[in-house]
């Protein structure tokens, strides 16, 4: 069992940044690859980023890739989401989300176990 929650979300104006966190409980944290997945109002829930139990390997969305840095910190329990050049168009709940599997091209969110509550991130142009 994981438990995870979010933290960091709040409003940014275009072109800034915000840095998501997402600390999960439980002692097998570095068994899971961890993802990263935003909603916005009146939209199906998206994939955004992904990195694989060590750490070592990391996938993104067209949408974001340049501009996001999905990472974690095993000693901590907790990964992190950097969002530079944030746009309008980023603006939705961004939720953590954890990954028994081993594969790292994982972009459906059925494919996850375990979801966070959500943070709400809003970019103001």
């Known amino acids: 069992q994981v438990q995870l929650v979010e933290s960091g979300g709040g409003l940014a104006q275009a072109g800034g940044s915000l840095r998501l966190s997402c600390a999960a409980s439980?002692?097998?944290?570095?068994?899971?690859?961890m993802g990263w997945f935003r909603q916005a109002p009146g939209k199906v829930r998206e994939f955004v980023a992904r990195i694989s139990r060590s750490g070592a390997r990391t996938y993104y969305a067209d949408s974001v890739l340049g501009r996001f840095t999905i990472s974690r910190d095993n000693a901590k329990n907790t990964v992190y989401l950097q969002m530079n050049s944030l746009e309008p168009e980023d603006t939705a709940v961004y939720y953590c989300?954890?990954?028994?599997?081993?594969?790292?091209?994982?972009?459906?969110?059925?494919?996850?176990?375990?979801w966070g509550q959500g943070t709400q991130v809003t970019v103001s142009s």
């Open positions: 989300a954890a990954d028994s599997g081993g594969l790292m091209v994982v972009t459906s969110d059925s494919e996850y176990e375990y």
């Open positions: 439980g002692r097998t944290f570095s068994s899971y690859a």
